[in-house]
């Protein structure tokens, strides 16, 4: 496609009503993107060249691209407008700006860019932290969860925050995090939106310290259509924390919450971590794991599989790094078996296009690696 690089729990892809597929993603010319070439880091909008499978994508307004990019989200709404967050630096040491523009597929140009917040006081974040995630509602107004940390400016007391622009202007930030407690170490990572089936505002994410430690903990909240927050509830405890982790979460037409995730380093091998599995019947109160018998892997990724059923998307631990899925229809059904995808050296996340609103095409399955 051109420059860029992925993660899980930030949509980064989208398709048009008209069967156009677009990648929305920043390029990263050295891990983890705040090297020197960090302050020009743009958000590259590329758009497939046919309709259906493309054979090679186009870099669009490339003039008017918003720079010191740093991770970005998208979703696209009813008139096939692409609605685009991102946070952006200040410096090279330090992550400022919370920032949305929408990208117009008519013209495939630029919007005016908006400041959402220039206070976030986050510190050297860099690819694979998923610092921001988005979500459109039904009526095409954007929902918008994003990491900062809670004014001291220290990296440790970093929280999630939800906004919404349902009035025509942002809301003041609430702190989705609020109702559980921090420790030591303890930050908030790789934060998820999405809506389910009844019009929920659903938000996930990850309580731990760092570096492959494996006391990572999920959490999902819910706030009700009237606007009232639902309490926290935890997932599944003693998993991966770090930046080789993604949750990821999908929400089918019956209501059903699919949950992928990396579980802990198990010492096995190269001591990647196993494909785990979680699904909710009753909105996100109570969950049952599933997990596939899987390799070992890191980053899963949850999305649809084009005929109603769901896809674990993952890479094996094997040189070179193929990427790998299992299938089913979720819940307790039993898992196909492990298919690779495609070979090559593929050490990097995996997103996957999906939405509740606006989610054209759905017989397409479209991954994105990078």
Request: glycine content about 12%; proline content about 2%.
């Amino acid at each position: 496609v051109g420059d860029g690089y992925s993660d899980g729990s930030m949509h980064q892809l989208v398709r048009t009503s008209g069967n156009i597929l677009y990648t929305i993603a920043p390029n990263c010319d050295s891990y983890p993107d705040f090297s020197a070439t960090g302050l020009t880091q743009t958000i590259r909008v590329h758009k497939a060249n046919q309709t259906g499978i493309p054979s090679s994508y186009t870099r669009k307004d490339s003039a008017n691209e918003p720079a010191a990019v740093v991770g970005n989200a998208a979703a696209i709404d009813a008139s096939d407008n692409i609605h685009i967050v991102w946070s952006a630096r200040s410096s090279l040491s330090n992550t400022r700006y919370l920032r949305y523009a929408v990208f117009d597929t008519s013209t495939d140009t630029w919007g005016a860019v908006t400041t959402i917040l220039s206070n976030l006081d986050y510190d050297d974040v860099g690819q694979g932290d998923e610092n921001v995630a988005i979500a459109l509602d039904s009526n095409g107004k954007a929902h918008v969860v994003f990491l900062t940390t809670v004014g001291t400016g220290t990296l440790t007391d970093r929280r999630i925050y939800y906004t919404n622009n349902t009035s025509g202007s942002w809301a003041t930030a609430t702190q989705v995090d609020s109702d559980i407690s921090y420790t030591g170490n303890q930050k908030a990572w790789h934060p998820g939106i999405a809506f389910d089936a009844n019009g929920r505002v659903v938000t996930t994410w990850l309580r731990g310290t760092f570096n492959g430690t494996g006391d990572g903990t999920i959490y999902i909240r819910t706030q009700e259509t009237n606007g009232t927050w639902n309490s926290s509830v935890s997932i599944a405890s003693s998993i991966e924390t770090g930046i080789d982790q993604a949750v990821t979460i999908l929400i089918d037409a019956n209501n059903r919450y699919h949950l992928g995730y990396s579980g802990a380093k198990n010492g096995v091998g190269s001591g990647w971590q196993q494909v785990r599995y979680s699904y909710s019947d009753n909105g996100g109160t109570s969950w049952t794991a599933n997990n596939p018998t899987a390799n070992l892997t890191h980053n899963v990724t949850v999305g649809p599989n084009g005929s109603d059923g769901i896809r674990l998307w993952f890479h094996g631990d094997t040189s070179p790094v193929d990427i790998h899925y299992v299938e089913g229809a979720g819940g307790s059904a039993t898992w196909g078996t492990e298919t690779i995808f495609t070979t090559g050296t593929l050490d990097s996340s995996v997103g996957s296009r999906w939405a509740q609103y606006h989610y054209t095409n759905p017989n397409y399955v479209d991954i994105v690696i990078g």
